[in-house]
Antibody, heavy 113, light 107 residues
Framework: QVQLVESGGGSVKSGGSLRLSCAASGFDFSDYYMSWVRQAPGKGLEWISYISSKGTYIYYTDSVMGRFTISRDNTKNVMYLQMYSLRAEDTAVYYC??????WGQGTLVTVSS | EIVVTQSPATLSVSPGERATLSCRASQSVSINLAWYQKKPGQPPRLLIYNTSTRSTGVPARFSGSGSETEFTLTINSVQSEDFAVYFCQQYNNWPWTFGHGTKVDIK
């Protein structure tokens, strides 16, 4: 069935780095744009990055611009989020999404000082 | 950035009642608006896209309406499984932005 599975979350010190992965299955990955969306504890949802189906178009929200890099490997059906210079305010559950209709279960990133 | 404002913050309803949730965008988003249901520990679930189109498998008691800057999600005859937080989201302009959510709880 259609599925997205995130991995790579964990605890990291402020200024550190992490790479999240999103493994897709059950659909033709290369046909869909993909995104990362996060939810900080007790807060709302924030759509932080987008990558088009072939990786041609990439967007970031201002809060992560210059620190996070989205990428995808259509031969492996995987999307990535490389996160650098992490801050306490990056603490959140990070979801990958196919378009708007399919979401992973999320992976928790905790940044401590 | 388009600011999306939802009201009310909390809506208390009894099972079987109708719930009406509002969403306002700071500038026109045409019909490029979606609604999601969010429960603790679960990912967002897409309910409505393009203002009024129900996503696959979404019950008919959920309906969306509106355009430009004013949008509404209506839940007819709220069921126990509908108690959750609902977010609207515009995807007309990047960055795509969410409202802060409306919590629908039991009256």
């Amino acid at each position: 069935q259609v599925q997205l599975v995130e991995s790579g979350g964990g605890s990291v010190k402020s200024g550190g780095s992490l790479r999240l992965s999103c493994a897709a299955s059950g659909f033709d990955f290369s046909d869909y744009y993909m995104s990362w969306v996060r939810q900080a504890p007790g807060k709302g949802l924030e759509w932080i990055s987008y990558i088009s189906s072939k990786g041609t178009y990439i967007y970031y929200t201002d809060s992560v611009m210059g620190r996070f890099t989205i990428s995808r490997d259509n031969t492996k059906n995987v999307m990535y989020l490389q996160m650098y210079s992490l801050r306490a305010e990056d603490t959140a559950v990070y979801y990958c999404a196919r378009g708007r209709d399919v979401w992973g279960q999320g992976t928790l990133v905790t940044v401590s000082s | 950035e388009i600011v999306v404002t939802q009201s009310p913050a909390t809506l208390s309803v009894s099972p079987g009642e109708r719930a009406t949730l509002s969403c306002r965008a700071s500038q026109s988003v045409s019909i490029n608006l979606a609604w999601y249901q969010k429960k603790p520990g679960q990912p967002p679930r897409l309910l409505i896209y393009n203002t009024s189109t129900r996503s696959t498998g979404v019950p008919a008691r959920f309906s969306g309406s509106g355009s430009e800057t004013e949008f509404t999600l209506t839940i007819n005859s709220v069921q126990s499984e509908d108690f959750a937080v609902y977010f609207c989201q515009q995807y007309n302009n990047w960055p795509w932005t969410f409202g802060h959510g409306t919590k629908v709880d039991i009256k």
